[in-house]
């Protein structure tokens, strides 16, 4: 069976050109508009490559890549943006993006990066972890029934850390992931999100903790 792909574009002509050259290659590609109607897809299926837009109307394709390795889903993501600064390349890198191509693009090179992106991986599928589900449309969390809202750079610090649950995250690791543009911030600074990330999360029913690790940063247990 072909691999499945994942078009998240909210460019309607866009879009149907990638969808379309993608079945033309053989790809099994479905187009998504929003970043919600992707995450509510996953829930059924989960394909082998996203190809994902990082503006969009309703989140930033970033918080969506999170929220997707929150889920302990490892598929490649190739992210395509009009941004071509060194801060929004690595920014899609530190929240577990795996590719970046710059708009405008040959529709070749972007066939190419996806077959050595599939080639490379070898992805197991996950499930949520810890009963969190992140919704990055709402930058908000639930488990047990319960939903808090989050702001965008908790729901990024959440996420980083639920995306490699009992591992421990190294504290520049997290400030390079939540404060993606060159933003100047101190280890106090990040101890206040945590705090409020830890208060947040708290209150919902049968959450994991957020642990500190002693010289090195924090773990979601």
């Not at 929150?70 to 530190?94: C, E, K, M």
């Not at 990066?113 to 949520?128: D, F, H, K, Q």
């Not at 980083?160 to 100047?184: D, F, M, N």
């Amino acid at each position: 069976m072909e691999p499945q792909i994942f078009v998240l574009e909210d460019d309607p002509q866009m879009r149907s050109l990638l969808v379309r050259g993608l079945r033309e290659e053989g790809y099994q590609a479905q187009g998504y508009a929003t970043g919600a109607e992707v995450l509510r897809r996953v829930a059924e299926a989960v394909p082998d490559l996203f190809v994902i837009d990082i503006g969009l109307p309703d989140t930033d394709g970033r918080d969506v890549c999170q929220a997707l390795r929150a889920q302990g889903i490892n598929s490649p993501v190739l992210f395509l943006t009009a941004r071509d600064a060194l801060s929004d390349r690595l920014s899609g890198f530190h929240v577990g993006g795996d590719d970046y191509l710059t708009k405008p693009f040959a529709f070749a090179e972007l066939l190419a990066r996806l077959e050595a992106l599939i080639r490379r991986s070898g992805t197991e599928r996950g499930v949520e972890v810890g009963g969190l589900v992140l919704d990055p449309a709402k930058h908000a969390v639930s488990a047990g029934g319960v939903t808090v809202p989050l702001t965008p750079t908790e729901f990024r610090l959440l996420a980083k850390l639920a995306a490699s649950p009992g591992e421990a995250i190294r504290r520049k690791v997290l400030i390079e992931t939540a404060w993606a543009h060159g933003a100047i911030v101190y280890d106090n600074t990040l101890d206040a999100y945590i705090a409020r990330l830890r208060r947040k999360i708290g209150t919902l029913p049968g959450a994991p903790e957020i642990a500190t690790v002693r010289g090195v940063g924090y773990s979601l247990r």
